[in-house]
């Protein structure tokens, strides 16, 4: 397998070749570039699987040099250190991060997690998503990626009516009424979702307030979307329910 690293910092490059080589006994071929120029030339020369990438280069960024590939066909890892906009991005459209400095067993599962999908990419389209996220103001055609062991779904954010947790798993009911069950829990999508206006109105149940058509009072609360469906408001939440949809 073949490691790409792009990082304008030597020493992040050296540290991070010193934790692959000890995370395992294979002979990884691994090369390094320090600057957005290298690292297109590299990865048109050498033909990486998997690419570290750092955001921030003396050149450039990251998504400068992502944007001079076409079709990319390796697993993209960026390297950063905390961007709440960038990270945001990275989870809509499910590409891996790591943050500097850098975890050993953080490291461990991005390259474990690389190395399983390398026959399965669609970085080419997790990478629109990613600059639709970065460029556009307007959250009405932004779209989230939705992994599960088989499928990548791409999927608009204002078609999601609310999501369901399921034990460890998370349903996502779509305005078309198809739902998608992902291996993710729902407390996970609530940190990814909430900036686009989803509301947590109980445990179990994350909620687009674009979609709410009334608050009904019957039974303690619940809410009535546009569709018809009905969303369950836990008793602790109702306040805070309250408060956000009269302050959206």
Not at 47 to 76: A, C, H, R
Not at 104 to 110: M, Q
Request: proline share 2%; glycine share 4%; charged share 25%.
């Amino acid at each position: 397998m073949k490691i790409l690293i792009v990082d304008n910092e030597e020493e992040v490059r050296l540290l991070l070749i010193g934790m692959i080589k000890s995370l395992s006994t294979r002979n990884y071929a691994i090369e390094e570039a320090d600057s957005v120029k290298s690292g297109f030339q590299k990865i048109i020369s050498f033909e990486p699987d998997i690419v570290f990438l750092d955001i921030e280069m003396n050149d450039g960024t990251g998504f400068d040099l992502i944007k001079k590939i076409n079709n990319p066909s390796f697993q993209l890892i960026f390297i950063t250190a905390h961007n709440k906009y960038a990270v945001q991005a990275f989870k809509c459209c499910a590409i891996d991060y790591l943050l500097k400095p850098v975890d050993f067993n953080e490291l461990e599962n991005a390259l474990k997690k690389a190395s399983e999908n390398i026959s399965a990419s669609q970085l080419g389209k997790q990478l629109d998503v990613m600059m639709q996220q970065l460029t556009q103001k307007e959250n009405i055609d932004k779209q989230i990626v939705l992994k599960d062991s088989e499928n990548s779904y791409f999927v608009k954010i204002n078609e999601i009516l609310f999501c369901e947790a399921e034990g460890a798993y998370t349903k996502f009911n779509l305005l078309n009424g198809v739902q998608i069950l992902i291996s993710k829990n729902l407390s996970i999508y609530d940190e990814i979702l909430a900036p686009f206006g989803f509301i947590r109105s109980h445990h179990s149940y994350l909620v687009n307030a674009a979609k709410i058509k009334r608050f009904d009072k019957t039974g303690g609360g619940r809410l009535i979307l546009e569709t018809g469906n009905i969303v369950p408001i836990s008793h602790r939440k109702k306040d805070y329910v309250i408060h956000l949809l009269e302050n959206k």
